[in-house]
């Protein structure tokens, strides 16, 4: 790549930052030059956002439906995926599934609401509903 | 630590450890630090999943670098990890308040001056703190991928530093001992360049180096295009992004290791080495051109066929089998 071939069509998903990539100059010399973005990355970046929202929005209309609890809506937006959200609040997997259950998550005691509201960074009060 | 330089690199690992030798007294640029710790790889690992799906390295594992760069220069790197996160938040100031520039492992989900589309829960992010501010108390940071130093507030980065999941970071920092020294330049490049082509070329596993690149062609070719189209797309689309996000640009790491081997040929005085680079360079753009036909495939401007994608890899596969061929040859 020359440098003068470097993308600089923008990316939206960068947000206005730009990256830095190694390119070829008239000499010959490779060098560090600034990019504005490459389509291609806006593409497979928005392709993997997308489907993130698209799973959020999903669980956030099974909450209404009575179909599951807030805690899957919550655990699609922050990203994060059954093992990861086992991990990061010590809860068993089988469990964080059964805690899908509305019925089961209206039980739940304050203690294991805590323990999954600080692993997604949220407040107890935001896990219990589907905002 | 006001005397502290912060330049953008294009890659984390090898850019937080350029930035931090430097301040240590011996420039090394972005791409020596790559290359002289044979840092360049391919590995396709169906097993460890991100999000479901598989992952797919083009470089070494998380810390190589870092590790790496500890015989060639004569240096001894300090790990500290933490299991208790209040300790490991004291341990980073304590090193601060004495005046170190600290290199941390942090999660890029929980980095708030990241632009948000790419804060993805990725483990792996390294980046430097050189001080906070004392009204504040946020953390000045260098992180290698963007423009300009940075701040982060206390909490932010104590969750990212503290995230659980795949490469959980444990609260990492890491900090060089003693004064790092300029390397016998003869003797550490060849021998740095011969790992690479050993990984490339040689390894045990037939899902590293170039036989992963033609095992991950094997498995796009046995994607379903035509029931499973959503979830064939969400599978190209993982290979393309981890070889693209946060700043590799493209065949971004065959680019770093291109311009290495020109700085190997200066050194060493070895033009064939000048030839190679620009090979590599050539095989880079092999791999933005895979990355664009992948994207227009996801797009829907061209037609979903994995099995074009495939080819294009095995092709890519052949070329960086003919070139770490004769790299070894040169080194």
Not at chain 2, 60 to 84: A, H, S, V, W, Y
């Amino acid at each position: 790549m020359l440098d003068s071939e470097v993308p600089q069509e923008g990316n939206s998903t960068l947000d206005g930052h730009r990256k830095a990539v190694y390119a070829r100059g008239a000499d010959g010399k490779l060098h560090l030059v600034q990019s504005a973005g490459w389509e291609v990355e806006e593409i497979v970046t928005r392709q993997a956002v997308d489907d993130l929202r698209r799973l959020a929005e999903d669980a956030r209309r099974r909450v209404i439906a009575g179909q599951t609890s807030p805690l899957e809506f919550h655990m699609h937006r922050v990203r994060m995926d059954v093992p990861l959200l086992a991990q990061a609040s010590g809860i068993w997997q089988w469990r964080v599934r059964r805690h899908f259950r509305p019925e089961v998550f209206a039980r739940l005691s304050p203690a294991v609401l805590g323990r999954y509201a600080e692993a997604m960074g949220l407040s107890v009060e935001q896990l219990k509903t589907a905002e | 630590m006001s005397d502290f330089q912060h330049s953008q690199a294009s890659h984390c690992e090898s850019g937080v450890m350029s930035a931090m030798l430097r301040h240590h007294g011996l420039p090394l640029s972005e791409p020596m630090a790559f290359g002289l710790s044979s840092a360049l790889s391919f590995a396709y690992l169906p097993i460890v999943k991100i999000n479901g799906l598989p992952l797919v390295g083009y470089r070494m594992p998380p810390r190589f670098i870092i590790k790496g760069l500890q015989k060639p220069l004569g240096l001894t790197m300090r790990f500290e990890t933490f299991r208790d996160p209040g300790r490991g938040a004291a341990r980073l100031n304590e090193l601060l308040d004495a005046g170190r520039i600290v290199g941390l492992q942090t999660s890029v989900f929980w980095l708030p001056y990241l632009p948000q589309d790419l804060r993805f829960h990725f483990n792996a992010h390294n980046v430097l703190a050189y001080g906070r501010d004392a009204g504040s108390g946020d953390y000045l940071l260098s992180d290698p991928v963007a423009e300009t130093a940075v701040r982060c507030a206390p909490a932010d980065l104590q969750r990212a530093r503290f995230a659980k999941g795949v490469l959980a970071p444990r609260g990492l920092l890491y900090y060089p001992l003693g004064q790092p020294q300029a390397p016998d330049w003869p003797k550490v490049l060849p021998a740095a360049i011969k790992k690479t082509t050993r990984i490339m070329l040689d390894a045990p596993l037939p899902i590293i180096g170039v036989r992963g690149i033609r095992r991950l062609a094997k498995a796009i070719e046995g994607l379903d295009a035509e029931r499973e189209a959503a979830r064939s797309k969400l599978f190209i689309g993982q290979v393309v992004r981890m070889q693209e996000e946060i700043g590799t640009g493209g065949g971004g790491f065959r680019f770093i290791y291109a311009s290495f081997l020109q700085e190997a040929a200066a050194l060493l005085g070895r033009p064939a080495l000048d030839e190679l680079s620009g090979r590599l360079v050539d095989i880079g753009d092999e791999w933005r051109e895979f990355a664009l036909a992948t994207a227009r495939q996801i797009r829907g401007r061209d037609p979903l066929a994995p099995a074009r994608l495939a080819d294009k890899l095995r092709l890519i596969a052949d070329r960086e089998q003919a070139f770490f061929g004769d790299l070894r040859r040169a080194a």
